[in-house]
């Protein structure tokens, strides 16, 4: 699995400042796709070594690791999601996934947050009520959707 670039952001997930790395070589193909170079088998190995590197780095400045596709090799995702989790302690972890349905493979624990849902221009982004997209907040076995934290207007 390759990134190809990162950001620190501030509006991907509610009340978290997010490291949030673009995977490349995405299958999904939507039709409106933002970052179409994503489609492309292009980046840096995403790996154990590169996550060090990248949190000894932003750990100080960041409360979540956040996945921007990764939709190709999504037990990769769930595994390198693990392995923040594990060690660096107080990092939550988020998966921004254009699958229609979340991954039903990844494991309880694995993720605090899972957006799923290409992005439709008919429908709007995560900040409108027509969205067609869904951002979850993921506790135990239960999936709470807070979407509409996003909504101009709230609930």
């Not at 390198?80 to 493979?105: C, H, P, Q, R, V």
Request: with cysteine; proline share 3%.
């Amino acid at each position: 699995m390759k990134y190809v670039n990162y950001s620190v952001v501030f509006q991907e997930i509610p009340d978290e400042v997010s490291l949030a790395i673009n995977i490349s070589n995405c299958p999904n193909n939507c039709v409106e796709c933002h970052s179409a170079y994503l489609k492309d088998n292009i980046g840096l190995l995403l790996d154990k070594t590169a996550i060090d590197k990248l949190m000894n780095k932003y750990k100080k400045d960041v409360t979540c690791f956040c996945f921007m596709g990764g939709d190709a090799e999504p037990d990769m995702v769930c595994e390198l999601s693990k392995y923040i989790k594990d060690n660096f302690e107080g990092i939550k972890t988020a998966w921004y996934s254009g699958k229609e349905e979340i991954y039903d493979k990844y494991k309880n624990g694995t993720f605090d947050y899972i957006k799923v849902g290409p992005y439709l221009k008919g429908f709007g982004p995560l900040n409108e009520k027509t969205t067609n997209q869904r951002l979850y907040k993921i506790n135990g076995d239960a999936k709470e959707d807070i979407t509409y934290k996003f909504w101009k207007h709230g609930k």
